[in-house]
T-cell receptor
Framework: NAGVTQTPKFQVLKTGQSMTLQCAQDMNHEYMSWYRQDPGMGLRLIHYSVGAGITDQGEVPNGYNVSRSTTEDFPLRLLSAAPSQTSVYFC????????????FGPGTRLTVL | DAKTTQPPSMDCAEGRAANLPCNHSTISGNEYVYWYRQIHSQGPQYIIHGLKNNETNEMASLIITEDRKSSTLILPHATLRDTAVYYCIVLPRGTASKLTFGTGTRLQVTL
């Protein structure tokens, strides 16, 4: 199993640009989530999903959209990038529909100029 | 979910046991204690969880006090690769929708 994969590893955007961060898992996990971690700071939950077709907001959802059309994929869309969204983005998945024991991806390092 | 309190930082000599404490005095009867760690620039990693009995796996041991108000994560023979931020999290097992990370304990393992 590849586990949780994230692409790209690094990305630089200009203010106002949009992009999609990709996340995929091959463990047939129902639960998936997105966190962001600002430099020197803690992890904050952006959005999560308990299964295909179901998504919900976390602590910091503004400026981000998600969708879950398949069990495997959970892309995160930045609608209009802002410098405040410069961060490392981690995707995770967990067996079942709960976040108890999550497997995290390697992260996407995003810089918005 | 119950709040947890952890020391901001700890040091440990390589080869010695690292004992990381966590206070969760408001824990409810259906809440479990989970531990994760985050090695620098990597995604967090699940370590272990428990309800009231001591638990052990290939990574660590978890000791929960009888009153369940505190717990200790034990890395029996710490190595330099165990240097990381360790997070203690309390969750109702099987029913939570979100997992929130606090500030954790930064463990520095030294030669």
């Amino acid at each position: 199993n590849a586990g949780v994969t994230q692409t790209p590893k690094f990305q630089v955007l200009k203010t106002g640009q949009s992009m999609t961060l990709q996340c995929a898992q091959d463990m047939n996990h129902e639960y998936m989530s997105w966190y962001r971690q600002d430099p020197g700071m803690g992890l904050r939950l952006i959005h999560y999903s308990v299964g295909a077709g179901i998504t919900d907001q976390g602590e910091v959802p503004n400026g981000y959209n998600v969708s879950r059309s398949t069990t495997e994929d959970f892309p995160l869309r930045l609608l209009s990038a802002a410098p405040s969204q410069t961060s490392v983005y981690f995707c995770a998945s967990s067996p079942g529909t709960v976040p108890d024991t999550q497997y995290f991806g390697p992260g996407t390092r995003l810089t918005v100029l | 979910d119950a709040k947890t309190t952890q020391p901001p930082s700890m040091d440990c000599a390589e080869g010695r046991a690292a004992n990381l404490p966590c206070n969760h005095s408001t824990i409810s009867g259906n809440e479990y204690v989970y531990w994760y760690r985050q090695i620098h620039s990597q995604g967090p990693q699940y370590i272990i969880h428990g309800l009231k009995n001591n638990e052990t796996n290939e990574m660590a041991s978890l000791i929960i006090t009888e009153d369940r108000k505190s717990s200790t994560l034990i890395l029996p023979h710490a190595t330099l690769r165990d240097t990381a931020v360790y997070y203690c999290i309390v969750l109702p097992r099987g029913t939570a929708s979100k997992l929130t990370f606090g500030t954790g304990t930064r463990l520095q393992v030294t030669l």
